[in-house]
């Protein structure tokens, strides 16, 4: 099955373009934007590069020898990715490149893809924790600094950091190709059912972007990632004796 992607890329822009201007005429939302850019470095960063070091770690050097292997975000950041999650919270990084057939044996190939994908979902729910937990602890110890106005804005960063950070890490689940939540579920399917979807990776693709674009994927998981967003404050809350923030 061929899918012109220039057609949906076209689509897609025409989509960015009305929230552009929707964005430019609010000004609230235009400091929610520059507020967010520190979580969106962080988020797409980290989930990259945890990809690339769980592929070294496995045996597969390819990531290390393409300079993926470093924090650096602008090795990271994939262009149409990045302004996807700026503007509908939902968006990717570069892809990092691995050759399986590299991989150490410990596990078997399609188990070692899984748990490279797994890496860089994981490593966004798991940074959602660490900057929650920082929050609740300004909030606990430093209370006049949170009620001062650069508290206000170090909260509003931080906040906007747990929630990039767990949109991407939740988005990135859904087992639908190119998602890494596809990966991880051929890790645990047989031979042939993950054969079977590898040929027909370009339908899913296609049901996969059908899905984002008439607003079905957001309705189905946006549930999902407010659930684990609270979940998280709820539970780093308690940790410090507060209510949730």
Same mark, same amino acid.
């Given at each position: 099955?061929?899918?012109?992607?220039?057609?949906?890329?076209?689509?897609?822009?025409?989509?960015?373009?009305?929230?552009?201007?929707?964005?430019?005429?609010?000004?609230?939302?235009?400091?929610?934007?520059?507020?967010?850019?520190?979580?969106?470095?962080?988020?797409?960063?980290?989930?990259?590069?945890?990809?690339?070091?769980?592929?070294?770690?496995?045996?597969?050097?390819?990531?290390?020898?393409?300079?993926?292997?470093?924090?650096?975000?602008?090795?990271?950041?994939?262009?149409?990715?990045?302004?996807?999650?700026?503007?509908?919270?939902?968006?990717?990084?570069?892809?990092?490149?691995?050759?399986?057939?590299?991989?150490?044996?410990?596990?078997?190939?399609?188990?070692? $893809?899984?748990?490279?994908?797994? =890496? &860089?979902?994981? %490593?966004?729910? *798991? +940074?959602?924790? !660490?900057?929650? /937990?920082?929050?609740?602890?300004?909030?606990?110890?430093?209370? $006049?600094?949170?009620?001062?106005? =650069? &508290?206000?804005? %170090?909260?509003? *960063? +931080?906040?906007? !950091?747990?929630? /990039?950070?767990?949109?991407?890490?939740?988005?990135?689940?859904?087992?639908?190709?190119?998602?890494?939540?596809?990966?991880?579920?051929?890790?645990? +399917?047989?031979?042939?059912?993950?054969?079977?979807?590898?040929?027909?990776?370009?339908?899913?693709?296609?049901?996969?972007?059908?899905?984002?674009?008439?607003?079905?994927?957001?309705?189905?998981?946006?549930?999902?990632?407010?659930?684990?967003?609270?979940?998280?404050?709820?539970?780093?809350?308690?940790?410090?004796?507060?209510?949730?923030?």
């Amino acid at each position: 099955m061929y899918i012109d992607r220039r057609m949906i890329f076209l689509i897609v822009a025409l989509m960015l373009f009305s929230s552009v201007m929707s964005l430019l005429s609010n000004e609230g939302a235009l400091l929610s934007l520059i507020i967010s850019i520190p979580g969106l470095l962080i988020a797409i960063t980290f989930h990259e590069y945890a990809h690339a070091f769980a592929a070294d770690r496995l045996g597969d050097d390819t990531p290390r020898r393409q300079g993926r292997l470093n924090l650096n975000p602008f090795k990271h950041l994939d262009l149409f990715g990045t302004i996807m999650l700026v503007f509908a919270r939902f968006g990717w990084g570069k892809p990092v490149q691995i050759n399986p057939s590299n991989f150490n044996r410990k596990f078997s190939l399609a188990k070692a $893809e899984a748990i490279v994908a797994a =890496a &860089g979902p994981v %490593t966004n729910i *798991v +940074l959602a924790f !660490i900057f929650e /937990i920082i929050t609740c602890a300004i909030v606990r110890f430093a209370p $006049e600094f949170y009620m001062s106005q =650069a &508290g206000y804005i %170090t909260a509003a *960063v +931080l906040q906007s !950091i747990v929630s /990039i950070n767990v949109g991407l890490g939740i988005f990135n689940l859904i087992p639908l190709p190119p998602l890494d939540g596809s990966k991880i579920l051929g890790g645990f +399917l047989p031979y042939s059912a993950r054969d079977w979807m590898d040929s027909h990776s370009q339908i899913f693709e296609m049901i996969f972007i059908v899905l984002w674009i008439v607003g079905l994927l957001s309705l189905i998981i946006s549930p999902l990632i407010s659930a684990v967003y609270s979940g998280i404050a709820n539970l780093c809350a308690s940790m410090f004796g507060l209510t949730v923030i």
